[in-house]
């Protein structure tokens, strides 16, 4: 009884019912599975990667065919996975900007418009928003022979939105020279960059490449699917709120004597917005940010209400089509837990690194 | 010397309104751009309201606008799926309870074992009066729940199961033993590493093949369990908070007073890292509340999937955006009834504090 009362055995004995418990749950699982994988005789095993697929994926950023593999499947689904999180990670913080400072313009009108935005995107669930999206997507928009044209070139139809494009290399030449530029340059960055980007597209004789009707749908510029535009469209909207927030979070932690104090020392505005705010409110703001980020990424699952092909749809239909469940979930399990664990990882490193040391 | 309190700066007169909007270039841009911006959402207007067919039948909603007397000849199907019309009244009595039970739980003053107690007895009878069977209702299996019932019930269960499991992980991972920490952590990690739609599939899919073939645990019941570890997941991240905030000394002083452990968790650790962490937790349970509009992905018949499936009717020109701008409406008055509630709440905790 004695032995029983001191802390370090009681935690001992504890800690091994403890690993006896879990290893017994497994082993019964591990069980129950076997069993019922015979009974039903259903297959398992990693053959069926290399089967072709034989279904179709509607639209992808990886080249597609229904005879690859159902590995190539899952790749591609990966990869419009990722391809989709990064737009939307993109989009999402130059809007969360912008509504982070409408939050705090003087102005009331802003104000309250970026506060009222806030507070109904958050409210609702962001299924019901790309559902809402997809809605007026498909069912308000015209057919495409009575597209409506809201800025000349731009057209809206229930079989997608299609934009005016610059030809893809021009383009490309011309970002690469702009960035190189804005990074040579010491002053005016941002005009430098610019003058450079529309210069090396006047030089080399880009033109607009501008969608047209042909039978019974446009072609030509780029064209955005239905399922695509709305789940952008409301995964952008939807976040951009939460964004906002955070930003406007961060800026509010640094104390305002910080601003006062760099003007007492005769910096400009600029600098010390540059030097003294962000670098304290980005130290506030990241982590946060991150972990957005990252749910951002797990909410692109979502995709499968609207029908975008990312990995959960593709996994969706794989065992729709095959029954191997147990493989799929592993990958899509896996693929989100290797994406979320090493964000995780990066995110402890930063954080070693930014805090601040205290003496 | 004799000290000279320090006089309050002047008040400022507040400005005049049109300074505020037109006083510079910037905010005079800014203000005509928003308006611009309000004008330019006016047509909206016209369809929801003006252009709008308020009663009516089908051939009515032809006319362009917004149809809603649909929502209005489809409003039982939307808030109650396709539970038997004529057995109706039941789940009107568990949306009355719930809302009751809510009223009844407002107050902190009334937060105690007790009130735990009474919504454990409150579920129970509102899940007797969904499933029925006894006392001479109609039994109705919960293939045929739907709508409002469910949304709200998946989001009290999973809360509510989720929270105890919450606490014994958050105080798991404060362990100083190393297998209580280590999988505490591992659950915490793995289930906040996964979206939702994956444990949602874990559950429909796989938690069948995992277990014994003779457990039949209906979809619900399966849906429930992955909403529930979720939550508690997310909550006991949002306790370990509180926890930390706290400081060794309460503990300390506790066991330094021979009080046992679990007494001391129960009267002095938790009390007090709750009240520190309220409103990330009136959050999470916000996130819960949409949250549970992801069952209609597993062919749970939540308030969203029974909208969904009440605007397939093709006796009516596809109203998908009436009806999801419905279902949105009821999510924001429960979501931002929520966090005005979080925000009262906190006024008072404040005020208790500082007194």
Not at chain 1, 125 to 133: A, D, H, N
Not at chain 1, 218 to 236: D, K, Q, T
Not at chain 2, 54 to 64: L, M, N
Not at chain 2, 208 to 219: A, V
Request: charged letters at 10%; proline letters at 6%; one cysteine or more.
């Amino acid at each position: 009884m004695r032995l029983l009362r001191d802390a370090r055995v009681r935690g001992g004995l504890i800690q091994i019912a403890l690993l006896a418990a879990v290893a017994c749950v497994i082993l019964w699982i591990a069980n129950n599975t076997a069993q019922n994988l015979s009974e039903r005789g259903i297959r398992t095993g990693w053959d069926f990667l290399d089967r072709p697929a034989r279904f179709p994926i509607s639209e992808s950023v990886l080249p597609y065919d229904p005879q690859d593999s159902f590995l190539w499947a899952y790749v591609v689904g990966l990869g419009n996975t990722l391809w989709i999180s990064a737009l939307a990670i993109f989009g999402a913080t130059v809007l969360g900007l912008g509504v982070g400072l409408a939050g705090r313009s003087s102005n009331p009108l802003l104000g309250g418009l970026g506060a009222g935005y806030v507070t109904v995107m958050r409210n609702l669930p962001l299924i019901v928003q790309l559902l809402f999206w997809y809605a007026l997507a498909t069912a308000a928009f015209p057919a495409p022979r009575a597209a409506w044209e809201p800025i000349p070139g731009v057209f809206l139809t229930q079989r997608g939105i299609f934009l005016p494009a610059l030809p893809a290399a021009q383009l490309a030449l011309a970002v690469a020279l702009g960035l190189v530029a804005a990074m040579l340059l010491r002053r005016w960055r941002a005009v430098g960059g610019v003058a450079v980007f529309a210069a090396t597209l006047i030089l080399t004789g880009a033109t607009v490449e501008v969608p047209e009707l042909r039978g019974f749908t446009f072609r030509g510029g780029i064209g955005l699917s239905p399922e695509f535009a709305a789940l952008m469209l409301g995964i952008i909207l939807y976040t951009a709120a939460f964004v906002g927030e955070i930003i406007r979070g961060g800026i509010d932690a640094v104390a305002k004597g910080q601003w006062e104090a760099g003007r007492a020392l005769g910096l400009t505005d600029r600098t010390t917005l540059r030097r003294i705010i962000l670098p304290q409110a980005l130290r506030v703001i990241i982590p946060p940010m991150t972990s957005q980020y990252l749910s951002t990424v797990k909410n692109t699952t979502l995709a499968l209400a609207v029908g975008y092909p990312e990995l959960g749809l593709v996994v969706n239909t794989v065992i729709n089509q095959t029954g191997q469940a147990i493989e799929s979930l592993l990958i899509l399990l896996g693929v989100f837990l290797t994406i979320s664990l090493s964000v995780s990882l990066l995110m402890n490193w930063y954080n070693a690194r930014m805090a601040i040391v205290v003496r | 010397m004799e000290h000279i309190a320090a006089r309050p700066a002047p008040a400022k007169p507040p400005a005049p309104i049109l300074r505020i909007l037109f006083g510079d270039a910037v905010s005079a841009l800014i203000t005509v751009g928003v308006i611009g911006l309000i004008v330019m959402m006016l047509p909206v207007l016209d369809w929801a309201v003006f252009d709008a067919v308020w009663q009516g039948d089908a051939e009515a909603c032809r006319a362009g606008g917004a149809c809603w007397a649909y929502i209005h000849d489809k409003a039982r199907l939307i808030l109650f799926g396709i539970y038997p019309p004529d057995q109706q009244w039941r789940p009107v009595v568990v949306i009355v309870l719930i809302l009751a039970m809510v009223v009844a739980s407002l107050s902190p003053r009334f937060w105690n074992a007790g009130l735990a107690l009474l919504w454990g007895g409150a579920i129970a009878v509102m899940l007797v009066l969904m499933k029925g069977g006894v006392f001479g209702m109609v039994d109705v299996p919960t293939a045929k729940w739907g709508g409002l019932p469910v949304t709200l019930l998946l989001a009290v269960l999973s809360l509510g199961m989720g929270f105890p499991l919450a606490v014994l992980l958050a105080l798991g991972r404060q362990s100083n033993l190393p297998v209580v920490k280590g999988i505490s952590v591992c659950v915490i990690e793995l289930v906040r590493g996964l979206p939702l739609i994956g444990l949602l599939f874990v559950a429909a899919i796989l938690l069948p093949l995992l277990l014994p073939s003779d457990w039949t645990i209906d979809k619900l019941g399966r849906t429930v369990a992955a909403l529930t570890i979720f939550a508690a997941a997310y909550l006991a991240e949002v306790l370990r908070g509180g926890l930390q905030g706290l400081g060794k000394g309460q503990a300390e002083a506790a066991q330094g007073l021979g009080i046992s452990y679990w007494k001391m968790v129960w009267h002095i650790i938790l009390p007090q890292a709750i009240q520190k962490v309220i409103p990330p937790l009136t959050n999470t349970a916000i996130v819960m509340v949409k949250n549970t509009s992801l069952v209609m992905i597993v062919g749970v018949f939540d308030m969203l999937g029974a909208g969904r499936a009440a605007a397939g009717d093709p006796a009516w020109p596809a109203p998908f955006t009436e009806t999801y701008l419905f279902v949105a409406a009821v999510y924001f008055a429960i979501c931002f009834g929520i966090s005005v509630y979080a925000r009262w709440l906190e006024r008072g905790v404040k005020r208790k504090s500082y007194a």
